[in-house]
């Protein structure tokens, strides 16, 4: 079974250009996160989709920040313009609450690193 | 608040076991998370708990004490591939608060 996948693992930038993020969770999970790690700082939750419907966005750092999920199925997230500060790694998450107890599983992506110069 | 506290980093020597401490001061968190971070990876999936005591789970085990704010992290038997980032975390509704993480470096 597929894992969550997000593309690009790796983009550079320069200030104000605009960018765009992808991720891929694992088929069948309607909960996806975005989360971002900057250097030296703990991974921050960004927001959270349930299927297409954005559950919380309270994370999002600023109106630069749009995420979408068209469909239920891969998200996006895009940053425009992109400043200094949004460099870091964003980590894409997918979880399915399972009948029953919830076990709190995320499954994480392996992250794209931003650099904006 | 939701500050969750864990040492930044600590070293420990192959075949010996060690402890990594979490506190934090929140309300509402659902249960505690451990994740494992190998650097340039993603983080990978250890424990939750939601009740107080210990959770054996072959070479880790996880503490919580929900009165004290507390849980911690046991590894035994540390192997080299044990050298990773350990990351505390809350769960709160259907979203989970991450701490910085505790680098771990294992010598042989």
């Known amino acids: 079974e597929a894992g969550v996948t997000q593309f690009p693992s790796h983009s550079v930038i320069e200030k104000g250009q605009t960018v765009t993020l992808r991720c891929d969770p694992i088929?069948?999970?309607?909960?996806l996160y975005w989360y971002r790690r900057v250097m030296g700082k703990e991974i921050k939750f960004l927001l959270h989709f349930v299927k297409e419907s954005k559950q919380d966005e309270s994370g999002m750092p600023n109106n630069r920040f749009l995420a979408e999920r068209t469909g239920g199925t891969y998200s996006t997230l895009k940053v425009q313009p992109a400043e200094l500060e949004d460099s870091g790694v964003y980590f894409c998450?997918?979880?399915?609450?399972?009948?029953?107890?919830?076990?709190?599983?995320?499954?994480f992506g392996e992250g794209s690193r931003l650099t904006v110069l | 608040g939701q500050n969750i506290d864990q040492p930044t980093e600590m070293t420990a020597t192959e075949g010996a076991i060690v402890q990594i401490n979490c506190t934090y001061q929140?309300?509402?968190?659902?249960?505690l998370f451990w994740y494992q971070q190998h650097a340039g990876e993603a983080p990978t999936f250890l424990s939750y708990?939601?009740?107080?005591g210990l959770e054996e789970k072959g070479r880790f085990s996880s503490f919580l004490s929900r009165s004290k704010g507390y849980s911690y992290l046991l590894l035994k038997e540390l192997q080299m591939k044990d050298s990773a980032s350990y990351l505390c975390?809350?769960?709160?509704?259907?979203?989970?608060?991450f701490g910085k993480g505790t680098r771990l470096h294992i010598l042989p």
């Open positions: 708990t939601v009740l107080d």
């Open positions: 088929s069948g999970h309607d909960n």
């Open positions: 975390a809350g769960g709160r509704d259907d979203k989970i608060i």
């Open positions: 998450a997918s979880s399915q609450r399972g009948w029953g107890e919830y076990t709190g599983e995320l499954f």
């Open positions: 929140t309300s509402g968190f659902n249960g």
